[in-house]
């Protein structure tokens, strides 16, 4: 079963818009951290926002902002204002804690691939 | 070093042959994790290195598959007898122990022909 699931593999938005970008996940370990990755063209993996489980406010990072809902397991990258540069592949991933030895292995999602029209 | 390094960018090799590719983590984090990405794909989960810990070697995808990690530091990918769908880019990322977010490498693209 999927643990991250996006279900937009594309969206557009026009610049100066704000878009959202949508991630479920599944998991029964109440300890976990939820992350997004930003992937342009060049290929490197650009790290955006964290949401911890356990954290009671929603993250936010200058245009980026995680709309954490718990009880639907969904963590939503909001983008404020888009850029012509925000054009890019997102990846949302949780890491969990794992109970053998306390290992962290994120988890990504298929990702969602952004287009911002001037 | 500032960030994750991985070497080579870009490797060719022909099916059948053994190739090897190498991260340098971030100095001091205990972390090394190797993803496979497939074009257009999400990145694949393949072996995680914490500290002296046995490495979790869950997401290799066959045993021609190997990694190690020297002094806690460097790590190396070897794929065996390479296939033509073993073609994929390869990311090393590595995190301090109670980091958070995964700092990764520019990546391998490794081509099989």
């Known amino acids: 079963a999927q643990k991250i699931t996006q279900t937009q593999p594309g969206m557009f938005v026009q610049e100066k818009e704000a878009v959202t970008l949508d991630c479920t996940y599944d998991?029964?370990?109440?300890?976990?951290?939820l992350f997004w990755y930003k992937q342009p063209s060049s290929g490197e993996m650009i790290f955006l926002i964290y949401q911890g489980s356990y954290d009671q406010q929603n993250a936010t990072e200058g245009r980026y902002s995680l709309n954490f809902q718990k009880a639907r397991k969904s963590a939503n990258l909001v983008i404020s204002a888009s850029q012509l540069g925000d054009s890019a592949m997102y990846f949302c991933a949780m890491r969990e804690v794992i109970a053998s030895g306390g290992s962290y292995i994120p988890t990504f999602g298929r990702g969602t691939s952004l287009i911002v029209h001037p | 070093g500032a960030g994750v390094s991985q070497s080579p960018s870009n490797k060719v090799t022909e099916k059948g042959k053994d190739v090897e590719l190498r991260c340098d983590p971030i100095s001091g984090h205990t972390a090394l994790y190797w993803y496979r990405q497939s074009l257009g794909q999400g990145l694949e989960f393949l072996i995680y290195f914490q500290g002296n810990s046995a490495p979790d070697k869950s997401g290799l995808p066959s045993d021609r598959f190997s990694a190690e990690r020297t002094g806690g530091s460097v790590s190396t990918l070897t794929i065996q007898r390479t296939q033509q769908e073993d073609s994929a880019v390869y990311l090393c990322?590595?995190?301090?122990?109670?980091?958070?977010?995964?700092?990764f490498g520019q990546g391998t693209r490794l081509t099989v022909v």
């Open positions: 990322a590595s995190t301090s122990r109670t980091g958070t977010e995964a700092f």
């Open positions: 998991t029964s370990d109440p300890s976990y951290g």
